[in-house]
Each structure stands twice: as C-alpha cells, then as structure tokens.
C-alpha cells in the first residue's frame, strides 16, 4: 500500500522550493525572486567554509528527509507572507551531497517592494530553516575524521 505524503500548506505557484544534487546557481535564484513589484530582492547564500571553531573543515555532506524538508519551506513562505505581507516572492533551495570548500549549499531569495521587510524576511527564512528543516551536514575534518551535525541543533550563529 503506497501512502501520499500531503502539504496542509499549498505553496504560491510564484514561489520556488528545492532540494538537489546540482549546484546552485545565484543567477537562477535571483530571477526566480525577481517581480515587477520589487524593490528589493534580498538573497542569502551559504558557503561551505573551511573551518569549524577553528578545526579545519575540508568537505561537508547534507542529506534531507526532502518531503518533510519541503514541508517546512512551505511553511516558512506562509509563516514570512502572514507576517510581512508585501512578500510576492520567496525562494529556498538547498543542495544536498558532498560539497567541497566555497560551494553553495544554500539560497534563500526574498522579493519585496521594500528593503528591509525583505531583508527581515529573508534572515527568517534562513533561520527557521536550520531549526526546523530535516537536513542534516556531515563535517569532513582536515585529519580524516568526520562527524554529523543537526542543523537544527546549530546555535543562531551556525
């Protein structure tokens, strides 16, 4: 017996939502966020850096529960639109995989017609999805050893 997973939350067909192998690319993300409407497009990168509390970081590894991760994208897109409601579009896509140092594993784009809504929007965005999205990152350490990390358990500053 196949069971459908169902969204209490239907996404706004103008917003973009994924989770994917392939590199991300700003461009692609920033048309995405982009709207007559705009006046301004707020978009947030995350890299994958070389150091975690100064032990030397040399690839990360994310894996997601994808259907409840794209639960929580939805929701955040509807939780953003209840409190910022000039909010016309927002745009979350992650990578998962191995990714190797300055790779982009995270966007979120938000496109407002005022800046610091989007901006304030945009900062939620991100971080209500490292608290609540099942995604989770395996550190590479420089000396061979590796260890697997919740985004959700990350502090604020993660």
């Avoid at 706004?12 to 690319?25: G, M, N, V």
């Avoid at 947030?44 to 030397?56: E, H």
């Avoid at 407002?112 to 590479?140: G, M």
Wanted: net charge negative; with cysteine.
């Amino acid at each position: 017996m196949t069971t459908a997973f169902t969204f209490p939350i239907k996404p706004k067909s103008e917003d973009s939502f994924a989770i994917t192998f392939a590199p991300l690319q700003v461009e692609e993300i920033y048309q995405l966020a982009k709207d007559p409407a705009n006046g301004a497009v707020v978009v947030m990168s995350g890299t994958v850096r070389n150091q975690t509390d100064g032990k030397p970081v040399i690839a990360l590894e994310y894996q997601a529960y994808e259907p409840m991760a794209l639960r929580v994208f939805y929701q955040i897109a509807d939780e953003i639109r209840q409190k910022w409601t000039d909010v016309n579009r927002v745009v979350i896509h992650h990578r998962i995989g191995h990714l190797q140092l300055g790779e982009i594993s995270v966007f979120v784009a938000v496109g407002c017609p005022h800046r610091s809504e989007a901006f304030e929007a945009c900062q939620y965005a991100i971080d209500t999805l490292k608290h609540n999205a099942p995604i989770w990152k395996k550190e590479h350490w420089q000396d061979g050893s590796s260890s697997w990390v919740s985004i959700g358990a990350c502090k604020q500053n993660c």
